[in-house]
């Protein structure tokens, strides 16, 4: 009988502390993520990744938990992708990429529960009737602007090179922000743009960078992972990079001057806030230089290397009075 009463006793203490969300009751807060390359692409991907690692190591893993699914650049297997991990019932489910869209347009009404979100982009299909999608848009021009300035004074020959993915998104509107930042200082520079039509085509786009560097480019820069072929070309036949999505400067220390580092927390956090309140969808989140989700992140060795590298080789020398 005694001892009966002490498993009562334990079951009605044990069901409390489930009631109060203690210990191992506890709901961690579910992330499954889609994306259409690597976690260490040096680029879009890897810039989301990540972010997700930053709120890990800040909630703590029992609080927070995220998988991921890599290389979904088939549009299909990330819908199968998409629709599997909401079905296991994760509280986000972030398809990051533009195209994605139509997909999350798709699946997101067969779960109202669930919170989807995408980028880069605006749109939250409210004119679907949809209410559990979330979207996020870097105001991307505004590094691109930053960096054509820099880009511009760098410049010997006030030839450059783009290389882009596909003409939309954020990768387009920070070209058009690094074409509108070199005309800035330099009016008459010459801005050659190529979009090579593929994110992930490494090979493309290392046509691309030799391609602009024939022509005369000394400076390049581009977006999307399959940048860090050109990036290779950069490297390879001294050209200056600047860079996009995260700090690239490991890949070409001596050739990549800055990067725009797209910090996606600015939006996850906020984001995550509202659907622990119940809230699923509905808004846009913004990153820009203000908000903190878009930093420049310069490379002094590429910045002032050369210069360095001319003093010691005699090129250039200091003359002062004495």
């Not at 990768?171 to 800035?184: D, H, L, P, S």
Request: charged share 20%; aromatic share 10%; hydrophobic share 45%.
């Amino acid at each position: 009988m005694k001892r009966n009463k002490i498993i009562i006793i334990l079951t009605i203490i044990s069901i409390f502390v489930l009631s109060l969300g203690i210990g191992a009751g506890a709901e961690a807060f579910r992330v499954a993520l889609i994306m259409p390359s690597t976690i260490n692409d040096f680029a879009w991907s890897q810039s989301m990744y990540d972010a997700l690692l930053t709120i890990q190591n800040e909630m703590g893993k029992e609080n927070f938990q995220f998988v991921y699914s890599e290389n979904m650049f088939v549009v299909a297997d990330a819908a199968a992708a998409i629709r599997d991990y909401a079905s296991e019932g994760y509280s986000l489910v972030i398809a990051h990429g533009s195209q994605y869209g139509a997909s999350l347009a798709d699946i997101a009404p067969d779960f109202p529960k669930t919170s989807f979100a995408w980028g880069s982009t605006a749109n939250v299909f409210a004119d679907k009737g949809i209410t559990n999608i979330f979207a996020y848009e870097p105001y991307s021009e505004e590094g691109g602007y930053v960096n054509g300035v820099l880009a511009a004074k760098l410049s010997k020959k006030d030839i450059f090179g783009v290389i882009g993915p596909i003409e939309t998104g954020d990768a387009k509107r920070y070209t058009e922000g690094f074409k509108v930042g070199i005309q800035a200082v330099k009016p008459n520079a010459q801005v050659n743009i190529t979009w090579i039509g593929s994110y992930s085509d490494v090979a493309l786009a290392s046509e691309a960078a030799q391609t602009h560097i024939n022509a005369g480019a000394d400076v390049l820069t581009g977006t999307a992972q399959m940048t860090v072929g050109a990036i290779g070309v950069a490297r390879q036949r001294g050209a200056l990079w600047f860079g996009y999505d995260v700090d690239q400067s490991a890949l070409a220390p001596k050739n990549v001057v800055c990067s725009v580092d797209v910090d996606w927390v600015v939006a996850l956090k906020p984001m995550i806030d509202l659907i622990k309140k119940g809230e699923r969808g509905g808004k846009i989140f913004t990153l820009n230089l203000a908000n903190g989700g878009l930093k420049m992140v310069v490379n002094q060795e590429a910045l002032v290397g050369q210069t360095i590298e001319d003093i010691v080789k005699g090129s250039i020398q200091v003359k002062v009075e004495k």
